[in-house]
């Protein structure tokens, strides 16, 4: 995670129309953020992203999308742990709003505080879990104000790692990683390292389906039973993580879109609000 802007107050923003949102980062904590939405009716594509992310339903019904099986509906006091790169999108329910909080963990930093209490941990595929414990629910939400107040940056991180500790002990659904055959990974690999080296081109189907030596049927196939996603799709989603981080680094929107490859601001905008549940200029203030 790269290291955000400078200023340990969270940042709020209002636009007309949209309800509050705020969010926390804090230089001397980069491998952290935090963000609280009330009353959202904002929704998100399915989408992954490089932290290991922790969400808390506070008000409303939503629905977690993700799981084998179908949708998981989520009450008010449910925790939900999503481990990095693993597709996903927490929603309300249809024509309803919700209030939740999100903190987004470094997936480095995570592997490291956990070596230090289980030395022997597994470096397989971690499930998604969700929690309906109250007394976690609990110490999420005493540790989210902890983080979203003045206290010193050290209180906190203690705070943040004691959490993961115990929540770590936890019990509640678990979701297991679809299995992926070595053999399918291999074959888009080719696909996959050209999307990565150029997020901002507008690569044809046509040429990742000849670097996979496949049809354009086959290939969309193979990355999704792989990634979760279409080509198209894990493309976007690469650019709006990337969007993130330059955007936490003080980068303008329009240069932004511009070095991702979008046709013009506004489609930027859109894109990344489908992914992030709000705007570029609302998650960069």
């Known amino acids: 995670m790269s290291p ?29 953020e935090s963000r609280r939405a009330c009353r959202s009716r904002a929704c998100y594509a399915p989408h992954h992203h490089p932290t290991f992310s922790i969400g808390a339903v506070d008000e409303g019904r939503s629905v977690f999308t993700g799981a084998p099986d179908g949708p998981v509906a989520l009450r008010p006091g449910t925790l939900v742990f999503v481990p990095a790169g693993r597709v996903h999108a927490c929603n309300p329910a249809p024509d309803t709003a919700w209030s939740y909080q999100m903190l987004h963990l470094d997936a480095d930093w995570l592997r490291a505080v956990r070596r230090e209490y289980a030395r022997d941990q597994a470096d397989g595929a971690e499930p998604v879990r969700i929690d309906t414990d109250p007394a976690a629910y609990g110490r999420f939400r005493r540790l989210n104000a902890l983080l979203f107040s003045a206290a010193d940056p050290g209180d906190k991180e203690s705070a943040l790692i004691e959490f993961i500790g115990r929540a770590d002990t936890g019990s509640g659904l678990r979701i297991e990683a679809p299995i992926v055959p070595a053999a399918s990974a291999a074959r888009i690999r080719p696909a996959l390292d050209r999307l990565r080296a150029a997020p901002d081109a507008n690569i044809p189907l046509a040429e990742l389906a000849r670097l996979a030596d496949m049809s354009r049927y086959q290939l969309i196939r193979a990355f999704r039973h792989v990634t979760g996603m279409t080509p198209h799709a894990w493309r976007l989603n690469q650019r709006v993580n990337l969007a993130r981080t330059w955007l936490r680094q003080g980068a303008g929107l329009s240069d932004v879109a511009l070095r991702l490859g979008f046709a013009d601001q506004a489609h930027f905008q859109r894109v990344f609000k489908a992914h992030a549940g709000v705007t570029p200029g609302r998650f960069r203030a």
């Open 4 to 32: 955000p802007l400078a200023g340990r107050s969270p940042s709020r923003s209002g636009a007309r129309n949209e309800p509050p949102a705020s969010f926390w980062r804090d230089p001397a904590m980069p491998f952290a």
